[in-house]
């Protein structure tokens, strides 16, 4: 599934919860958008929500109000802006970018619906009863994000089939990131190549990897998803490519 499509479907999730029976009771429904990232970092992804929010009807400052909560990479303050979404009486919450912010949404409420969209089993973290029959007040997608960091390393193989040491940065924080790393490393045993696992949740520990991953002597960096690390993709990128340019010249 295409990233975009990934979020129209989020949208359309929220759009069908009953937004019009709850419009009845207030002026206009408000939507409580939970994200562990930074909403500069969203801007593409919040601009597709919002146009799927469109299509069915519901229109940002019109028919429909938004209050944004973002974590900016912080975790820990998930369960407050969750619970502060609930205080102020939205209509549901959308709990999206991994499965942090869906577990804070449904620690704050057991009946406000919730939307999530999560990396792990949903059934397993409790999210719902089963995936026929979700029950209870949360429904979503789920997308297992360790399949397919495995798939990630067999293509970086390819493009760089002379690597032999790979590093694999992961945020320890993302509940994701272990089934990960056990992947990872399971597929990389398959095909010759060794992971040094590096972790960040922060600017200043991202610096401190990339100089773990040049003293290792790494040749090809995998980067797990994460919120935290897709909002700061500029930064890493730069030092990809100012670490790359070191090793030429050395």
Partial sequence: ???????????????????????????????GYLGPGSAAASASTLAVFRQSLAGAGYVEGRN??????FAEGRYDRLPEMAAELVRQQVSLIVATGGTAP????????????????????????????????????????NFPL????????GLL???VPAARRIGLL?????????AVTKDVTVAASAIGVEIGVVEADNNRAIE???????RTRAEALLIGTDPFLFSRRVQLATLARDRDRQAHRG
């Fill in 64 to 69: 429909i109000a938004i209050e944004y909560r």
């Fill in 1 to 31: 599934m295409k990233r975009r499509e990934f979020i129209t479907l989020i949208g359309g999730a929220a759009a069908a919860w009953p937004l019009a029976a709850r419009a009845q009771q207030s002026k206009m429904s408000v939507i």
């Fill in 170 to 178: 992961v945020n320890p924080n993302n509940s994701p990131s272990e």
């Fill in 102 to 141: 869906a577990l804070a949404a449904k620690a704050a409420t057991a009946t406000l619906p919730i939307v999530f969209s999560v990396t792990d089993d949903p059934v397993a973290l409790g999210l719902v009863v089963s995936f026929a029959r979700p029950g209870g007040n949360a429904t979503g997608v």
């Fill in 157 to 159: 193989h390819e493009l």
């Fill in 208 to 214: 401190t990897a990339f100089a773990t991953l040049v």
């Fill in 146 to 153: 360790a399949e397919l960091a495995a798939k990630q390393l």
